[in-house]
């Protein structure tokens, strides 16, 4: 199931509960990065380019419900 991404001007709620500010969010995403090793080898990411990324899965922290979220307008958004 495909879940949306949120706006400028819109945000998460969840349908159950009402929450609005904690989830979990499962994404998959392509990336490319730049790793700098230091002398000791320690990896630093100095550069990241993200190739695709989707949202698998959201699942609201208050009630546990797992893919029962839905876009609502955020306060004050252009609509």
Same mark, same amino acid.
């Given at each position: ?7 400028? =001007?819109? /945000? +998460? /709620? ?9 989830? =979990?969010?499962? !994404?998959?995403?392509?990336?490319? $990065? ?7 080898? *320690?990896?630093?990411? $100095? *550069?990241? *380019?993200?190739?695709? *990324?989707?949202? $698998?899965?959201? !699942?609201? /922290? +208050?009630?546990?419900? #797992? =893919? $029962?979220?839905?876009?609502? =307008? /955020?306060?004050?958004?252009? #609509?």
């Amino acid at each position: 199931m495909a879940v949306p991404t949120p706006t400028a =001007d819109t /945000r +998460w /709620r969840c349908t159950l509960c009402g929450n609005l500010t904690r989830f =979990d969010v499962t !994404r998959s995403s392509k990336v490319v $990065e730049y790793v700098h090793l230091d002398l000791a080898g *320690e990896p630093k990411i $100095e *550069e990241r *380019e993200v190739l695709s *990324e989707s949202i $698998e899965a959201v !699942r609201c /922290r +208050w009630c546990n419900a #797992v =893919d $029962e979220v839905e876009l609502v =307008d /955020r306060p004050g958004a252009q #609509v």
